[in-house]
């Protein structure tokens, strides 16, 4: 996979759903490639790609969960196509992105972006679907139950994700669990998962974690797989 690969738009949205697992090649639960950074596939340089403002990555970014500063007001941008059922996420997000927010977040040095897309496990579905109702009501509440779905990945199904969903918002957060659950059964925020899964095509991810990453406005590299804090890092330049 090329860094302007998301110009081409290859992988459909059909493609995508259909294939689950077996569509992740290098993503979710594939091996990977190595840039000979510890990090996955991809590498760096400009390459022509379109810079943070334009489509399909920086599309509605504004409206997306993230951490951190403006993204058009910060030297960093980091943006992360995530799905709460995949276990690369799940280390992306025990590994990496604690050190992002310490090292790179916090000190207002970079701001990073979640864009959730459905490619693993049928639960991630109905688990999206939640989190767009939930951020739509509260952010923390959105970044407490996003960890939470990492952390008890194993405990989730198609039939028990909206159940512990309700269960976990109405004890650990202000949100009304109850209502989640409504708007996500009904897909009261599907705009919202459709745009980022709209994004995700156009920028032919295929796989999950897939990283994104921007200095200054201008795209630097993406990164498929394995993610690691130091190649994050080194291709911001922070």
């Known amino acids: ?35 000979g950074s510890g990090g996955g596939s991809g590498s ?9 403002a334009d489509p399909p990555v920086g599309t509605n970014l504004a409206t997306q969960p993230r951490l951190g500063p403006d993204p058009a007001e910060v030297r960093g941008v980091v943006v992360a196509f995530e799905d709460p059922s995949c276990p690369r996420c799940a280390t992306f997000e025990e590994e990496t992105v604690p050190k992002i927010r310490s090292e790179l977040v916090d000190p207002g040095d970079a701001a990073l972006v979640v864009r959730t897309v459905p490619l693993v496990y049928p639960w991630g579905e109905p688990a999206i679907q939640a989190l767009e109702a939930t951020y739509a009501r509260d952010a923390d509440a959105f970044w407490a139950l996003f960890a939470h779905y990492f952390d008890e990945q194993d405990a ?9 969903t309700e269960t976990f918002l109405t004890a650990e957060t202000t949100v009304d669990g109850a209502a989640v659950v409504a708007d996500a059964e ?34 630097r590299t ?16 922070l």
């Open 44 to 52: 760096g340089g400009d390459d022509g790609a379109p810079p943070l």
């Open 1 to 35: 996979m090329t860094d302007d690969s998301f110009l081409t738009g290859r992988t459909t949205r059909r493609t995508v759903l259909a294939g689950g697992v077996s569509a992740l090649g290098a993503g979710c639960l594939g091996g990977g490639g190595s840039d």
């Open 156 to 164: 989730f199904d198609t039939g028990n994700v909206l159940e512990r």
């Open 222 to 237: 993406r990164v498929t797989g394995s993610v690691s804090f130091e190649l994050v890092r080194q291709s911001l330049g």
């Open 186 to 219: 009904s897909k009261a925020y599907d705009d919202a998962v459709q745009t980022d899964l709209a994004a995700a095509e156009a920028a032919d991810v295929s796989g999950t974690p897939t990283v994104f990453l921007f200095r200054d406005g201008e795209y």
